[in-house]
């Protein structure tokens, strides 16, 4: 037979927890007891108060007014008040605190990062039913941070969490039902997963249905509806979805051709690093659509993109060095840059390199 876990008070008089969780729904004046002392404030204003505190936080640093390694003196205070306020919430069983101290312990936030701490407190989370807490536990055991790595255990978390209606969990489990991963493998199933945290606005999960729509994969093929999805992942900021509009209105797919607006959501996508769209942004330098024609700014888009590895940049590149267009005249350059996209099975660059070669054969005689 099992203890139940006590609760000492302010008072020093100890309580069953669940006794104390009982008084604090009593609509009457909520005290000890023994001695009327006050109870101190009930996990949840605990969890609510720290959540509180952590939103300040976090505000500075989305803005750009802070990061985390560098926090002013008050949002380090803050963020210390917020953690020690989860962590009491979560010694009191508190779900939620659980799941935001393990994403603490993940991310090295106030904490010193450590994967082993993050899944001890999603455990407890999602040992509870937290869906939050049971994505994020697969994601650990997916990914092997902390735990074992095992694809049908993460499946299997994923599945609790989404069966309960989490967006992200949704997405998770959407993945791993197309990739086959600890589970069959079926683009249909993988599908209803995803439009399910599409529709409560998940923009990873909307530009995965967009990507089905326009590609007719498990529905009917439509430019229309591909839009519709792009442009809701689009307007939340995903590069990828902001690629592949931009690419819809410089091509009129589904939707009337407007150059200016291509160059305006390939720009955004571009300034995220996208180097599909750093690449698009290049072209449209190149031959002047939507934007005034600049081979020097052609070339630097084609150069971060490059950069990253992506063959049509590398290939784009070594034409314009080859030509001397926005950069200075190199041959030996060009080549470099066509092999490194020949390389990646690139046909116009493999056929370019080829024609330099002769070339070269042909002026050594």
């Not at 007014?65 to 009191?92: E, I, V």
């Not at 519709?228 to 690419?247: E, F, P, T, V």
Request: glycine share 10%; charged share 20%; aromatic share 8%.
């Amino acid at each position: 037979m099992s203890c139940e876990k006590s609760l000492a008070l302010s008072c020093e008089h100890a309580f069953h927890v669940k006794c104390v969780a009982q008084l604090r729904k009593f609509g009457v004046k909520q005290v000890c007891p023994l001695c009327r002392t006050p109870l101190p404030p009930g996990p949840e204003k605990v969890y609510e108060e720290a959540s509180r505190c952590y939103c300040v936080v976090l505000r500075l640093v989305e803005r750009g007014h802070a990061s985390w390694s560098s926090l002013p003196a008050t949002a380090q205070q803050q963020l210390d008040s917020a953690l020690a306020g989860w962590r009491a919430a979560a010694d009191d069983g508190h779900a939620g605190a659980q799941d935001y101290l393990g994403i603490m312990y993940r991310e090295g936030r106030g904490v010193a990062q450590s994967d082993k701490d993050a899944v001890l407190w999603f455990r407890k989370a999602a040992d509870q039913g937290d869906a939050s807490a049971q994505s994020n536990l697969g994601v650990m055991i997916l990914n092997g941070r902390g735990v074992a790595q095992s694809d049908k255990e993460a499946v299997r978390w994923y599945r609790k969490g989404a069966d309960q209606g989490d967006a992200g969990a949704q997405y998770n489990l959407g993945v791993m039902i197309q990739e086959g991963r600890g589970v069959a493998q079926s683009d249909a199933e993988a599908l209803r997963w995803f439009k399910k945290a599409a529709h409560q606005g998940d923009a990873g999960a909307q530009y995965i249905v967009g990507v089905n729509s326009e590609n007719g994969c498990g529905v009917p093929q439509s430019y229309a509806e591909a839009f519709q999805w792009y442009r809701k992942a689009a307007d939340q900021g995903n590069a990828d979805a902001q690629c592949n509009l931009g690419l819809m209105f410089a091509e009129g797919r589904g939707v009337a051709q407007n150059n200016k607006e291509a160059v305006r959501l390939y720009k955004k996508a571009a300034d995220q690093g996208d180097a599909d769209s750093q690449c698009n942004l290049g072209t449209m330098f190149q031959d002047g659509r939507g934007v005034a024609q600049s081979d020097l700014e052609a070339v630097q888009w084609y150069r971060k993109a490059a950069d990253q590895g992506n063959a049509n940049a590398q290939c784009n590149l070594g034409y314009m060095t080859f030509e001397g267009r926005g950069v200075a005249q190199s041959h030996f350059e060009a080549a470099q840059w066509y092999r490194k996209a020949a390389d990646q099975g690139h046909i116009g660059a493999q056929h370019n390199l080829r024609m330099m070669m002769r070339a070269a054969e042909a002026w050594l005689g």
